[in-house]
């Protein structure tokens, strides 16, 4: 453990990179590196390399505030956010800080030591190594990079073609004019579904219940006219603004006025597909808008799809698999060359990294999660995790912000440890307020948040903005040495 640094930022995918911009340009006094598990920049980006891959979030958001997003669409595919990290990086010389292939697997706090030791797989012989910081700063995501979620369907052995999760997509895999089926029915499979009916023979997009989807265009057009009128800088300041008052005035008024938000939702779907396509069977959930996250498609690309006969929706459980592909409990049989199961993601906050604290051992599960960014009884670590109802840049940004203005305090006032402490009179909820798969099977493994701030999480980019920018840091819950 020859090497001791202030700061170790883990992962170098949007949050990462964030947090090793503002480190060098708030806290430049500070040693710091990002090590990165795999052998690329980018996180998300990088990893998902399936047909059609994209944000369902606006560029203008999910871009960084320091470097706005100079492209003239606002909903973009997978690439050109991979592209815009790279640059990102290589522009504010992020991209000689990373260090790839180190696999953070243990870390280790020590309060005689005020420090972290940091149990490293990976490097050239592929062995175990140990580094020590003073502060931690997670940035590795939320869920599993190794493994997508499949169910285990009776049959599946049966079937003769091909199974393939999206998280696991081949570039080699060649689905040109063979019939697939396309198992989901979130943000994945509404991306999928149309980009694989541009050379696929037919695809079946097969979900047990409906979720709710909303074209948006993929070029805003208000966007287009601020940059021809204003300089660059306060257009794209100005659309990052309106596209948070955006969000926040839907997501508004679905929490508030569900049926309304409903109405509109359907309504837009049924003017895509025309009125004697059967909505309610197909794009009906059983929920409230925003129980669940919201499906953007752009330019209408889905519902184009559909009405040329590209793609067919089929609403319906799996009774089983079969030799020529899904038999429904209906009966019915879809038949298929290739089955892709966008089931979801195996959500792990910080990667499974086993967390011990003072010798003893810590689940994430137990602790209450302080401000959305660090974890009672865990000294000197903060984690980025973004919005469930926003672009998950928002929420990061603040994050990264909030971390420079805590190191620094802790500078000014001579502090070498810090921690979240919650009392007993805080009642315990769950992280995060969604009925989504992939969260209510990770609940238990996730931190709980309370019933007041700051332990609530809110989901509201302009309360965090204030609490996070601008409220007092000794709050009388975080506790300093």
């Given at each position: 453990?020859?090497?001791?640094?202030?700061?170790?930022?883990?992962?170098?995918?949007?949050?990462?990179?964030?947090?090793?911009?503002?480190?060098?340009?708030?806290?430049?006094?500070?040693?710091?590196?990002?090590?990165e598990?795999?052998?690329?920049?980018?996180?998300?980006?990088?990893?998902?390399?399936?047909?059609?891959?994209?944000?369902?979030?606006?560029?203008?958001?999910?871009?960084?505030?320091?470097?706005?997003?100079?492209?003239?669409?606002?909903?973009?595919?997978?690439?050109?956010?991979?592209?815009?990290?790279?640059?990102?990086?290589?522009?504010?010389?992020?991209?000689?800080?990373?260090?790839?292939?180190?696999?953070?697997?243990?870390?280790?706090?020590?309060?005689?030591a005020?420090?972290?030791?940091?149990?490293?797989?990976?490097?050239?012989?592929?062995?175990?190594?140990?580094?020590?910081?003073?502060?931690?700063f997670?940035?590795?995501?939320?869920?599993?990079?190794?493994?997508g979620?499949?169910?285990?369907?009776?049959?599946?052995?049966?079937?003769?073609?091909?199974?393939?999760?999206?998280?696991?997509?081949?570039?080699?895999?060649?689905?040109?004019?063979?019939?697939?089926?396309?198992?989901?029915?979130?943000?994945?499979?509404?991306?999928?579904?149309?980009?694989?009916?541009?050379?696929?023979?037919?695809?079946?997009?097969?979900?047990?219940?409906?979720?709710?989807?909303?074209?948006?265009?993929?070029?805003?057009?208000?966007?287009?006219?601020?940059?021809?009128r204003?300089?660059?800088?306060?257009?794209?300041?100005?659309?990052?603004?309106l596209?948070?008052?955006?969000?926040?005035?839907?997501?508004?008024?679905?929490?508030?006025?569900?049926?309304?938000?409903?109405?509109?939702?359907?309504?837009?779907?049924?003017a895509?597909?025309?009125?004697?396509?059967?909505?309610?069977?197909?794009?009906?959930?059983?929920?409230?808008?925003?129980?669940?996250?919201?499906?953007?498609?752009?330019?209408?690309?889905?519902?184009?799809?559909?009405?040329?006969?590209a793609?067919?929706?089929?609403?319906?459980?799996?009774?089983?698999?079969?030799?020529?592909?899904?038999?429904?409990?209906?009966?019915?049989?879809?038949?298929?060359?290739?089955i892709?199961?966008?089931?979801?993601?195996?959500?792990?906050?910080?990667?499974?990294?086993?967390?011990?604290?003072?010798?003893?051992?810590?689940?994430?599960?137990?602790?209450?999660?302080?401000?959305?960014?660090?974890?009672?009884?865990?000294?000197?670590?903060?984690?980025?995790?973004?919005?469930?109802?926003?672009?998950?840049?928002?929420?990061?940004e603040?994050?990264?912000?909030?971390?420079?203005?805590?190191?620094?305090?802790?500078?000014?006032?001579?502090?070498?440890?810090?921690?979240?402490?919650?009392?007993?009179?805080?009642?315990?909820?769950?992280?995060?307020?969604?009925?989504?798969?992939?969260?209510?099977?990770?609940?238990?493994?996730?931190?709980?948040?309370?019933?007041?701030?700051?332990?609530?999480?809110?989901?509201?980019?302009l309360?965090?903005?204030l609490?996070?920018?601008?409220?007092?840091?000794?709050?009388?819950?975080?506790?300093?040495?």
């Open positions: 453990m020859s090497e001791v640094l202030d700061v170790l930022i883990v992962g170098a995918g949007i949050s990462g990179i964030a947090a090793a911009y503002y480190l060098q340009t708030r806290c430049p006094d500070k040693r710091f590196a990002i090590v598990g795999r052998d690329s920049i980018g996180g998300t980006w990088d990893l998902f390399r399936y047909p059609g891959v994209r944000s369902d979030s606006d560029m203008y958001t999910l871009g960084y505030r320091f470097r706005p997003w100079t492209g003239e669409k606002a909903i973009v595919g997978g690439p050109e956010i991979l592209q815009y990290l790279k640059d990102t990086a290589r522009e504010y010389g992020i991209d000689r800080r990373i260090r790839f292939n180190q696999r953070v697997v243990k870390i280790a706090w020590s309060g005689s005020a420090a972290w030791t940091v149990t490293i797989a990976g490097g050239a012989d592929g062995g175990l190594r140990q580094m020590r910081c003073k502060f931690l997670m940035c590795s995501g939320y869920y599993r990079y190794d493994r979620y499949t169910p285990a369907w009776a049959g599946m052995e049966r079937f003769r073609g091909e199974i393939v999760h999206p998280q696991a997509w081949r570039p080699d895999l060649d689905y040109a004019g063979r019939r697939i089926v396309l198992i989901g029915s979130g943000a994945t499979a509404v991306t999928m579904a149309p980009a694989l009916a541009e050379r696929a023979e037919h695809v079946t997009l097969l979900q047990r219940s409906p979720t709710y989807i909303a074209s948006v265009p993929a070029r805003d057009p208000l966007a287009a006219r601020l940059r021809a204003l300089p660059f800088k306060l257009a794209a300041w100005l659309m990052r603004w596209q948070i008052w955006r969000q926040r005035y839907f997501y508004h008024l679905a929490r508030s006025q569900p049926q309304k938000a409903r109405d509109l939702l359907l309504d837009g779907v049924r895509a597909l025309g009125a004697d396509y059967d909505i309610e069977r197909h794009f009906s959930p059983r929920y409230n808008p925003w129980d669940e996250r919201l499906c953007l498609v752009p330019d209408n690309d889905l519902f184009a799809a559909i009405k040329r006969g793609v067919t929706m089929a609403t319906d459980r799996i009774d089983s698999f079969v030799e020529e592909g899904i038999r429904l409990e209906s009966g019915e049989l879809l038949p298929a060359d290739i892709v199961t966008a089931t979801g993601l195996v959500m792990r906050i910080m990667h499974g990294v086993e967390i011990i604290v003072d010798g003893a051992p810590v689940a994430l599960g137990d602790t209450l999660s302080y401000k959305g960014m660090m974890y009672s009884g865990i000294p000197n670590l903060a984690s980025a995790f973004g919005y469930t109802n926003a672009s998950w840049t928002l929420k990061a603040l994050i990264c912000e909030y971390v420079c203005r805590l190191l620094k305090h802790m500078d000014r006032r001579g502090y070498e440890q810090c921690a979240p402490r919650a009392d007993e009179s805080i009642k315990r909820q769950d992280y995060v307020d969604f009925t989504s798969g992939y969260v209510k099977r990770a609940l238990d493994s996730l931190p709980k948040q309370g019933d007041r701030r700051p332990w609530k999480v809110y989901q509201n980019y309360k965090d903005l609490m996070m920018r601008f409220g007092g840091l000794e709050d009388g819950a975080l506790e300093f040495k």
